[in-house]
């Protein structure tokens, strides 16, 4: 059975940084590319970035470029979101997500290239 559990949420101030972590179970993490999106209030999910299996390329969406970075442990089956300079409009529920057969070939932001989805973490970045 396939499992992806985010943790690491929290509540943080602006500017302020957190890393969040995918555990995953189920299948091996080696041939799958990881994909993390996030929710907020009243919008719809988002792509925030994408990290290859192999090499470790990451794909990033608008929001993400230059402040939040991904890293993954094979060995671990874990997948890391970094997430640093956080502004008030990063709030949401976080979700790291894989795709059904493991590959991506395009679409690597859209959620409907993934298949499976922990239950999401929540963010809030506020004062």
């Known amino acids: 059975q396939v499992q992806l559990v985010e943790s690491g949420g929290g509540l943080v101030q602006p500017g302020g940084s957190l890393r969040l972590s995918c555990e995953i179970s189920g299948f091996t993490l080696d041939y799958y590319d990881i994909g993390w999106f996030r929710q907020a209030p009243g919008k719809e999910r988002e792509g925030v970035l994408s990290i290859s299996k192999g090499d470790g390329s990451l794909y990033y969406g608008g929001s993400a470029m230059g402040r939040f970075t991904a890293a993954r442990d094979n060995a671990k089956n874990m997948v890391y979101l970094q997430m640093n300079r956080l502004k008030p409009e990063d709030t949401g529920v976080y979700y790291c997500?894989?795709?059904?057969?493991?590959?991506?070939?395009?679409?690597?932001?859209?959620?409907?290239?993934?298949?499976?989805w922990g239950q999401g973490t929540q963010v809030t970045v506020s004062s």
């Open positions: 997500a894989a795709p059904r057969y493991g590959s991506i070939d395009n679409g690597r932001l859209s959620e409907t290239s993934y298949y499976y």
